[in-house]
């Protein structure tokens, strides 16, 4: 006798956003702003400059004063500050990269990896060798994290500033990662890319969807993110322009006018 078919209840979305505002004086720089993301998808954030997509990473990761709610794993942490929603599985990386350049390569990963890496005054000073086991280990973890976010191993012992920009581009995302993710936000990470590096960049990203991190990405490359993302959503002047899938965002007349620069 055959079992009866399961259906299974949709997951919660790993990030979710609604009413997003953020103002500076009378100044409105994002107006009621709503988006999604699950498990395993990237959603792609695109338009002109002045938009609003980096006032929308601000908000999302409590840098800024906000209006709206924030939902993580289908827990509301609206009011959970920046350095708890890192804890929390939700991280960021910046549009600069941003080192630790008198640190080597491998080093700026283990400075990043919290309690894997570090087990405080008290821990390295009663149980000294437990604390050397812990960065011994902490070291083998970053060197692996590395090479998974395309920095071969030649540059590991290197400074940050003396290894190929497209490989900083890389180590900017791992260095966000840190010692594990949940939802991932990246803030144009294809910036002075191309060739190789694009291509490397595109296979990362895919590779980070497959393990089934959440994935949100400014970008202005619009064939990189055509091509990774799942959904879109377009921002004008502050304001959510349209919301949809890459087909349906290319098809639609108000960002054919307002961003990409077609006619309607």
């Avoid at 900017?172 to 993710?181: C, E, N, Q, R």
Wanted: a neutral charge; glycine letters at 10%; hydrophobic letters at 45%.
């Amino acid at each position: 006798m055959s079992s009866p078919v399961q259906t299974q209840t949709p997951a919660h979305p790993a990030l979710r956003v609604q009413g997003l505002g953020v103002r500076y004086g009378a100044l409105v720089a994002l107006d009621e702003v709503g988006w999604e993301v699950y498990p395993g998808e990237l959603l792609g954030i695109i338009g002109p400059n002045g938009a609003g997509k980096s006032s929308c990473y601000d908000a999302v990761t409590a840098l800024v004063s906000r209006l709206g709610i924030v939902w993580l794993q289908g827990r509301d942490v609206s009011q959970v500050r920046a350095h708890g929603l890192a804890e929390l599985g939700l991280k960021r990386a910046f549009q600069q990269n941003a080192f630790f350049d008198d640190l080597s390569v491998l080093d700026n990963l283990v400075a990043v990896l919290g309690r894997r890496a570090h087990p405080g005054l008290l821990g390295s000073v009663l149980n000294p060798a437990g604390a050397a086991r812990k960065r011994a280990a902490a070291c083998d973890y970053a060197a692996q994290q590395l090479l998974r976010f395309g920095v071969p191993a030649v540059y590991h012992g290197l400074s940050p500033k003396e290894i190929p920009y497209g490989v900083q581009r890389m180590l900017s995302i791992a260095l966000a990662y840190g010692d594990g993710a949940q939802v991932l936000l990246l803030d144009e990470p294809a910036a002075g890319l191309g060739g190789d590096d694009m291509a490397r960049l595109v296979d990362l990203l895919l590779s980070l969807k497959r393990e089934g991190i959440a994935l949100v990405v400014i970008e202005h490359h619009m064939d990189l993110i055509m091509a990774v993302a799942d959904r879109i959503c377009v921002l004008d002047l502050g304001r959510q322009l349209a919301y949809g899938t890459p087909q349906q965002v290319q098809q639609d007349p108000r960002v054919l006018e307002a961003y990409l620069g077609k006619a309607a």
